[in-house]
């Protein structure tokens, strides 16, 4: 079994020449992700924007400034978590992902997933966080932490950094949850481990304690 590393080296290889859907023709990079391999949390948004499709890589304009001020608030760089995006190809004029688009592309993060094993995933934004928790909202859902079927992570829900820089409530919002995320990282040892092997996770009074909530 290959390392870590090289499978997804792999993955970024395959990436690089993908044709699946019509997004490759206006890009002028891919951003397949980056980051380290064995990361307790991996960090996925939507799409690549101007300047993540100038440079091939995520989250390298304003956004993610103050994803990485984040970052460091809970005492993280970087370079220890693994950041990635639903499509690797930058939609024109930064629209939307289209479904077909987000179906073709998907499954390169979630192969990501596979290989890294993280024990928390942080969507960012509602397109992220859809492909896991398709019923979500994210103006309800945000910072409230989930086990999805399948899948061995929780899966934490985050606005878009790029929809905080809009908004100062969103941005208020988005620093609480970062917060939350930062204490939930410190349940990471046994303990959390413990919980995820119970049906679902309860609310438990150590975690209200925490300020975490479902
Ligand atoms: S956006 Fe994704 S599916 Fe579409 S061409 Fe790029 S890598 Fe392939």
Redesign the pocket.
Known sequence: MPEKREQLNSITKE?ST???????QF?TN?VPGEGNASAEIVFVGEAPGYYEDQQGRPFVGRAGRLLEQSLDSIGLNREEVFISNV???RPPSNRDPLPD?VT??KL?MLRQLEVIQPKILATLGRFAMNVFLPEAKISRDHGKMKKVDDYDFIVFPLYHPAAALRSGSILSDFREDFDRLGKLLKLQSAELNLMKKQEGIDESSKMEQMGLRL
């Open positions: 990436i993908c044709r699946k859907c019509p997004l490759y890009a891919s499509l690797h190809h688009e073709a592309c390169f």
